[in-house]
Structures are given as structure tokens and as C-alpha cells.
């Protein structure tokens, strides 16, 4: 018998704010993250696949950004 993985698939909205918030909204599948770095050289993303993975309990190399790398509205996988 075959395992089947699940895969998550999440719509990100990240605002750039040192308050740090972060809100998941299952029943949409969006997750609202307030990030403290700025967007330069992929920081921003780094650090919102650490925040994201340290929030959800799970490995930040299962978390992979699949649309948006350079936007403030993103679509992530968690595998």
C-alpha cells in the first residue's frame, strides 16, 4: 500500500510591521503574517517561511513559496 503525503496549500498576506502578528484562518487557508524584516535579497521570504514553520510546528523544508516571491500577497505549499 502506497502512503499519500497531504499537502497544504495557504494564500499569505504579509505586511511589513515590527509587531510580529500572526493569524491562520483555516476554514479560507490564509495565514496573515507581520514581518520585521525588510524585503531585500530574499530576507523577507526567509523569514516568513521561519515564522511560519516556528508558528505551525513543522520543518521550514517542507514550506515552499510557490507564487509571489515578490509580492506582499503569496501562495505558499506546506508538503
Known amino acids: ?5 497531504l499537502v497544504r496549500t495557504y494564500i499569505v498576506k504579509v505586511k ?6 500572526f493569524m491562520v484562518d483555516e476554514t479560507t487557508m490564509e495565514i496573515k503574517v507581520s514581518l520585521r524584516c ?6 523577507a521570504n526567509r523569514e516568513l517561511i521561519n515564522t511560519i514553520s516556528k508558528h505551525l510546528d513543522i520543518n521550514p523544508s517542507n514550506i515552499k513559496i510557490i ?9 505558499i505549499q506546506i508538503v
Open 1 to 5: 500500500m502506497q502512503e499519500c503525503d
Open 16 to 21: 511589513f510591521d515590527p509587531s510580529g502578528q
Open 38 to 43: 525588510v524585503p531585500v535579497k530574499g530576507k
Open 67 to 75: 507564487h509571489g516571491l515578490y509580492s506582499k500577497t503569496k501562495v
